[in-house]
């Protein structure tokens, strides 16, 4: 009822940025707002909150608004908890991770401005999550990352469930609403290969005809309820990253 205030009047705010830290950081009951990411002096830092090498659990905290940045939490090779925390009215992507180890449970993403969970080189389990009004991707895994979906809910948002570069998405339990597409799979990269993804026991709800809910590329898989999909197409990366589908498509807040 009377959380921590991280937050800037006046938006002018630089973030933090936790660098291999020799302890374990904590979130609990946070709430920050009005955050950027450091720009001065030469920075290359993405997010408005970083922790690098540097382990964190986050509980019970809202990230809420920033103007700036390619995302609001950044978290680089460790591991981390985030519980029971809330991502909303973001400028890009709620939550960037590279090459870490971790999970998001009982979490909510709302109005994100352009992909709720982004991870790369990472094995993560995204659990009973609610997500909406999402610009771009839900939830992505690149760069031969592992995600694990279970109980999640997506709606309102451009594509759902997407996997590149050698990723592989295991999701059950998932409804997908009011979506543009609900499943892409393809290649980004030419060092990775294609991905692949498996859904089961889950229901997606789109305005437009079955067909053209999924965005298979050839050569990567994609299994619903142990069948295999066969939505072949070329050239799926043409139509993400400013193109027909994701954030170009600028679905009403």
């Known amino acids: 009822d009377n959380p921590v205030m991280i937050m800037s009047s006046d938006s002018s705010s630089r973030g933090f940025i936790v660098l291999r830290a020799p302890q374990r950081s904590?979130?609990?009951?946070?709430?920050?707002?009005?955050?950027?990411?450091p720009k001065d002096y030469g920075y290359g830092i993405p997010g408005a909150m970083t922790f690098f090498e540097s382990p964190v659990d986050i509980i019970h905290t809202t990230f809420d608004t920033n103007l700036q940045g390619d995302d609001f939490l950044n978290i680089v090779r460790t591991n981390f908890t985030i519980d029971h925390s809330t991502f909303k009215n973001i400028n890009a992507d709620a939550f960037d991770c590279d090459f870490c180890d971790g999970e998001v449970t009982n979490?909510?993403?709302?109005?994100?401005?352009?992909?709720?969970?982004?991870v790369s080189g990472t094995k993560i389990s995204v659990r009973d999550t609610y997500m909406e009004i999402v610009q771009d991707k839900a939830l992505s895994a690149g760069e031969d990352s592992q995600m694990e979906v279970k109980n999640v809910t997506i709606l309102n948002s451009s594509l759902a469930l997407t996997a590149k570069d050698k990723s592989h998405i295991?999701?059950?339990?998932?409804?997908?609403?009011?979506?543009?597409?609900?499943?892409?799979l393809f290649q980004k990269k030419a060092e990775f290969g294609p991905a692949t993804a498996n859904l089961k026991n889950s229901t997606i709800e789109l305005s437009h005809p079955e067909p053209f809910w999924y965005l298979i590329e050839n050569g990567s898989v994609f299994y619903l309820d142990g069948t295999l999909i066969d939505t072949t197409n070329t050239g799926v990366k043409q139509l993400l990253y400013g193109n027909k589908y994701g954030e170009a498509s600028k679905r009403t807040k």
């Open 26 to 37: 904590r979130l609990e009951h946070t709430y920050m707002k009005n955050m950027n990411n």
């Open 107 to 118: 979490s909510k993403f709302i109005n994100i401005g352009n992909d709720g969970v982004d």
């Open 170 to 184: 295991e999701a059950s339990n998932v409804t997908i609403k009011d979506c543009d597409i609900g499943v892409s």
